[in-house]
């Protein structure tokens, strides 16, 4: 037995157990200890963790066994009483806390299950989101899209530009292989491929407009997709490829039918143009709603501009119409002007020529019936007057329309007095009026003024004319003339319905009507009297003599003097009455001016003759020197005649009492003489009587005679009836001026 080779272990088998167990309750607790350091720590940092009461007790729990494997530790030894109680009352916690949490935990678990479901739920949320988010981020591009392509397509009012760019645009943004756009023909039966994507493609075909294809995409406001295979989507070469999918849309046009500033131009709902749109060949792209959404606004957007283009096309006709308008409109003023300024001057020229002549014919004549006539010479002597007071008073009327034509004839106004021209107008128609055995009556109304503002010599014209009318066809009965100042109630008249008198304090309206018994008028033909030239055909046949002026220059006589002339008559045979109102002021009786001009017609008061009266004439024109000469020497005056300015200025002299120059249409050399005339002789009293004797009849004569200080202005042609008046007027009154 003692002598055994046996190997013994190095530790006994129960003893090596018992170390194991030793070892591994050391690390269990170790173990157990480090637990709750972590779930303290977790708890610490977990704020709002829900459960934190629940931790703490699991925590308990885990400290306990640890505790209960490290008092084990000294039982595997001899130990105590203590170690047992201690290691008991370990055991008992343990299994309390134990309990305690595994009961713990059965609540606790469908509330984690509850939380997961949440967690789920939060998930599915959060997916939403993204998804929406997407979507979002979907209609953004979208939208800069359209922003991008509204912009391209509005930076243009070119119907060409914008088609092409949208077409450019949309196939960039959605990568499309071909875009293309039908425009409806003129005659609106067909479709005609008028742009796309692809130059090289065969711009210009048609088909028909009632397609079923055609009016599935003109019925919707949305795109639509149509069959790779339809006529409007057969536009790219034929291949091998699978073809993509293909969207058409509408695009409103703009129908001008009636085009108007200030009107919305009409919107044709049967007129389309068709767009169409396909994704590239052999592809498993498809149409997303965003994309046919894209497409719908764009389409809207290019409706809009080519509406905006068609009213900036409208507008641009109009106003290269317009500009053409206004330069032949320029043209033709210019012209006119010219035609006007043309026929003025020659006019002037001409009433200038012919009123030189004129005055040879007259002044001679009445020369010529101052001697002993046989009674067959006198009355040739008449005729040759008569007809050259024709002839003269038809130059004037010429003269008075042309200027009333084109506006430059101004009324001359001033204070006169309205009784005298009513008497002067009676004693001029008289001696006519009784070789026709007419008898003619004034009647003036008791509340006629004496005195009136306005221009005497139209007044009296237009009296002469009316009246004279009156007696050239009557031949037999009488005439009235009755002048009287319109009452307020009476202004409007029935026959006037167009003319509108305004009453005020300061002015009046003379009403002048003049009856007469002679062959009449019918209704109809009364329009035609105010017409130029014009004669009804109830007086043409008649050896009137008129010039068809007189009414005309009446009406604008009247017209200027804001007043209305009108005949009434009821036919043929009945007689006339020629009714006319004018616009007269009234003077200011304490403060009446003295009256600027006399009256052109002759006076019968003062001398005869003038005998040893020096007069001075001066006048370029031989004829016409001669004339005047003539005109002088017959009333006893002593007469030196020149021709030229130069000459005037020395012959003038303090002994002449009265110079006649005329005043020449080319140059100023009469204004210069009396300028010179009037330097010469300082002293008014040595100074002569300056007279204009001329035969313009424009305002420009009258002024620089006044602004050179001339002292009157006489007309052409003078008779010798005339010429004694005007030297008798101006040796009493040492000016006058003949109303132009």
């Known amino acids: 037995m003692d002598s055994c080779n046996c190997i013994e272990p190095q530790w006994p088998p ?15 607790a170790l173990a157990y200890f480090s637990i709750p350091l972590e779930l303290i720590y977790f708890v610490k940092k977990s704020a709002v963790f829900p459960y934190r009461w629940v931790l703490v007790q699991f925590g308990a729990f885990i400290v306990l066994c640890g505790a209960t494997h490290l008092i084990n530790l000294w039982t595997f030894t001899m130990h105590t009483r203590t170690v047992a109680m201690v290691m008991t009352t370990a055991k008992v916690f343990t299994a309390v806390v134990s309990c305690a949490t595994a009961l713990m935990l059965v609540h606790i678990i469908p509330d984690l299950l509850s939380v997961k479901t949440r967690e789920l739920f939060l998930k599915n949320k959060a997916a939403e989101l993204d998804r929406e988010m997407g979507l979002i981020r979907t209609q953004e591009e979208t939208g800069r899209h359209v922003r991008m392509l509204t912009h391209e397509i509005r930076s243009t009012l070119d119907r060409h530009t914008i ?111 068709l767009m169409v749109l396909m994704l590239p060949s052999d592809s498993a792209r498809q149409w997303h709603a965003h994309e046919l959404e894209l497409v719908e606004v764009v389409a809207d957007q290019v409706a809009v501009a080519l509406s905006h283009a ?36 020659f ?45 003269s008073t038809l130059i004037n009327d010429v003269l008075d329309l042309s200027r009333l034509e084109d506006g430059s004839l101004q009324l001359d106004l001033g204070t006169f007095n309205l009784f005298a021209v009513f008497r002067e107008v009676l004693n001029l128609i008289k001696p006519i009026a009784s070789v026709k055995k007419l008898h003619v009556s004034l009647n003036l109304a008791p509340d006629l003024p004496e005195y009136a503002i306005g221009d005497e010599k139209r007044l009296m014209q237009t009296i002469l004319n009316v009246v004279g009318n009156a007696v050239k066809f009557s031949k037999e009965g009488s005439i009235s003339i009755t002048a009287f100042v319109t009452k307020s109630e009476l202004l409007r008249d029935s026959q006037t319905p167009e003319f509108f008198p305004v009453p005020s304090d300061n002015h009046f309206y003379l009403r002048v009507q003049v009856k007469d018994s002679g062959v009449g008028i019918s209704p109809q ?51 006339c009455t020629a009714i006319f109102m004018v616009k007269l002021g009234i003077p200011e009786r304490l403060n009446e001016p003295k009256l600027p001009f006399m009256p052109k017609v002759p006076t019968n008061h003062g001398p005869t003759a003038f005998p040893g009266l020096k007069v001075l004439v001066m006048d370029e024109n031989g004829v016409s020197r001669m004339v005047t ?7 006893g005056c002593d007469v030196t005649m020149v021709s030229s300015r130069e000459e005037c200025l020395r012959v003038v002299s303090h002994e002449h009492k009265v110079v006649f120059m005329d005043v020449c249409v080319p140059g100023m050399d009469g204004y210069e003489v009396a300028i010179r005339i009037n330097e010469k002789f300082t002293k008014r009293h040595e100074r002569p009587i300056i007279v204009a004797l001329t035969g313009n009849t424009d ?11 001339m002292d009157g202005i006489i007309l052409k042609p003078v008779s010798l009836d005339k010429m004694r008046s ?15």
């Open 163 to 273: 088609l092409k760019t949208t077409l450019v645009e949309l196939g960039r943004t959605l990568a499309l292989e071909e875009c293309a756009l039908w425009m409806p023909t003129r005659t609106g039966l067909e479709l005609q491929l008028s742009y796309t994507l692809r130059q090289q493609n065969p711009v210009g075909y048609t088909v028909p407009i009632h397609l079923p294809v055609i009016n599935q995409v003109f019925s919707s406001s949305h795109a639509v997709k149509i069959s790779p295979k339809c006529p409007v989507a057969r536009i790219r070469p034929a291949g091998k490829y699978m073809p993509g999918e293909v969207v058409a849309v509408r695009v409103p046009l703009l129908h001008l039918s009636n085009f108007q500033i200030n009107d919305w131009p009409e919107l044709s709902t049967k007129r389309y143009a």
């Open 347 to 391: 006019l002037a020229v001409m009433n200038h020529e012919m009123r030189t002549p004129m005055h040879a014919i007259i002044a001679l004549s009445s020369l010529l019936q101052e001697t002993e006539l046989t009674p067959e010479q006198r009355l040739m002597v008449e005729t040759i007057l008569k007809s050259s007071n024709l002839l």
């Open 525 to 575: 033909d009364i329009p035609k009297l105010f017409t130029k030239f014009a004669q009804t055909q109830s007086t043409a046949t008649r050896n009137s003599g008129g010039s068809g002026l007189g009414l005309a220059i009446c009406k604008r006589f009247v017209n200027l003097m804001e007043g209305h002339i009108w005949i009434e008559s009821e036919g043929l045979g009945k007689g």
């Open 726 to 740: 005007v030297l008798s007027d101006l040796l009493e009154h040492r000016v006058l001026f003949e109303a132009i």
């Open 14 to 28: 129960d003893d090596l157990l018992m170390k194991y167990q030793y070892i591994s309750d050391f690390f269990i």
């Open 629 to 635: 000469k003539g005109l002088l020497v017959h009333l």
């Open 699 to 709: 305002k420009v004569t009258k002024e620089n005679c006044m602004r050179v200080g």
């Open 310 to 345: 068609a009213i900036l096309e409208e507008s641009m006709r109009a106003r290269d119409l317009l500009m053409e308008q206004n330069v032949a409109l320029d043209l033709a003023r210019r012209e006119a002007e010219t035609a006007i300024r043309a026929r003025n001057d």
